[in-house]
């Protein structure tokens, strides 16, 4: 990723909704945002604004700590529309919405008794897609933060997250540190799984400790997590970009994608009605290479539609950008999505003519909350947007250099400067 090549030192901004950012100093912020007291280096400004939040270790350091439930509701409303429709097809398994939903509900009770809620983090780790889609939902459900631990390095994203609770199948290996079973249970496969807590005692829930229920997704290396919030997965219900989905159509997640990849294409079945269809099982340690969600990733969508036909779409995006940002119709020219918002800036954060190469930003309704508990890294990469609509708006800066195409579209470059 390209650097702040202008200062080390820049001024901390806020906006209406109460998102901060840093700005060069003594440039005007962008429309809807205002200059605040507080200058210093990006470390220097995180640890203002998690001081100015009274959030210690804020999976949003950036925002209020309003609860979003909206997808819980929405994906309980889709189940409950058609309870008899297939949900969830891997292998030899298929499961019914009202089946899964039982599943959700009645794990979703184990980890109340175990101690999850609101204000809470918990951690999941598994290998196999079909009971981490349940085992998350369940997390959601009751209002609790999920830190889902999956790739080549699950523990350091356990002990990097820090939570209340950590589940995993029974009998695997569980990170030091949480070493009492509070709850077990058997999965949608017939897996038995554990939650494992630090002591024997339920501690008291943490107040204004969580902005929840929020998914937060890994990177690459497993030490820096993603912050989803609620209402950004169930803007997956609606007209994202995605090819539209709805009851009898099925939607398919390749065998070579990565999990995040199977959250999005996840969260968007289930909220529509559609059967989400679930590559095989596979070996530990097979799947998704440990960069996939590093830099820009390049996915392809299915849905098989009930009347015969099929859709399929190759998508671009970035974990910060819930995995969507373009979709590639062939060829390397990038089209942005509907809804979505790019820019490629010079130095000074304007806009580079026609033909030009300069720094990709993206911004829009995919965008994500932050990094977990690392409001430097927040910072430094999702800035104040200076040509966004609506006013006081955020982008995120990629690292990528891409040329800027004449009509609605842009390009990738390598070794350009």
Not at 226 to 254: E, I, N
Not at 312 to 334: C, Q
């Amino acid at each position: 990723m390209s650097g702040w090549r202008e200062s080390r030192y820049f001024q901390l901004v806020v906006s209406q909704a109460r998102d901060f950012a840093v700005w060069p100093i003594g440039r005007r912020p962008p429309a809807g945002w205002r200059a605040m007291p507080f200058a210093g280096t990006i470390q220097a400004c995180g640890r203002q604004v998690a001081e100015l939040t009274g959030v210690a270790r804020a999976g949003d350091p950036t925002r209020s700590l309003a609860t979003d439930i909206s997808l819980v509701g929405l994906l309980r409303k889709a189940a409950g529309e058609q309870p008899d429709a297939p949900a969830l097809c891997v292998g030899d398994l298929r499961l019914s919405y009202r089946r899964l939903w039982e599943s959700i509900d009645d794990v979703a009770d184990r980890l109340v008794a175990a101690g999850a809620g609101p204000g809470r983090r918990v951690a999941v780790v598994g290998e196999r897609a079909e009971d981490l889609v349940a085992t998350a939902l369940a997390v959601l459900a009751t209002g609790a933060s999920c830190v889902l631990c999956v790739g080549g390095r699950p523990d350091a994203a356990v002990r990097e997250a820090q939570p209340e609770l950590v589940l995993t199948p029974a009998g695997a290996a569980t990170p030091g540190g949480w070493p009492v079973v509070r709850q077990r249970w058997r999965s949608v496969t017939g897996a038995f799984w554990q939650a494992n807590g630090r002591t024997e005692e339920l501690l008291a829930v943490p107040a204004g400790d969580e902005p929840g229920p929020s998914l937060v997704v890994p990177l690459a290396d497993g030490a820096v997590g993603v912050v989803w919030r609620g209402s950004q997965l169930s803007w997956l219900a609606g007209a994202c970009g995605l090819p539209p989905s709805g009851h009898g159509d099925r939607v398919s997640v390749p065998a070579s994608a990565g999990p995040l990849v199977g959250v999005v294409a996840a969260t968007r079945a289930l909220l529509t009605g559609a059967e989400l269809l679930l590559p095989a099982a596979q070996a530990p340690g097979a799947g998704a290479r440990d960069d996939e969600t590093a830099g820009p990733a390049r996915w392809s969508l299915r849905i098989d539609r009930n009347a015969g036909r099929a859709d399929e779409m190759e998508l671009f995006g970035f974990a910060e950008t819930s995995m969507m940002a373009a979709v590639v119709p062939g060829g390397e020219v990038l089209t942005p999505l509907p809804q979505h918002r790019w820019h490629v800036l010079d130095a000074g954060f304007g806009p580079v003519p026609a033909g030009e190469v300069g720094e990709l930003f993206l911004a829009g309704p995919m965008l994500a909350v932050g990094y977990l508990d690392r409001p430097e890294l927040t910072l430094a990469r999702f800035l104040p947007d200076p040509l966004g609509a609506p006013e006081g708006s955020r982008m995120f800066r990629t690292g990528c250099r891409a040329r800027c195409l004449p009509g609605h579209g842009f390009a990738l470059v390598e070794g350009e400067d």
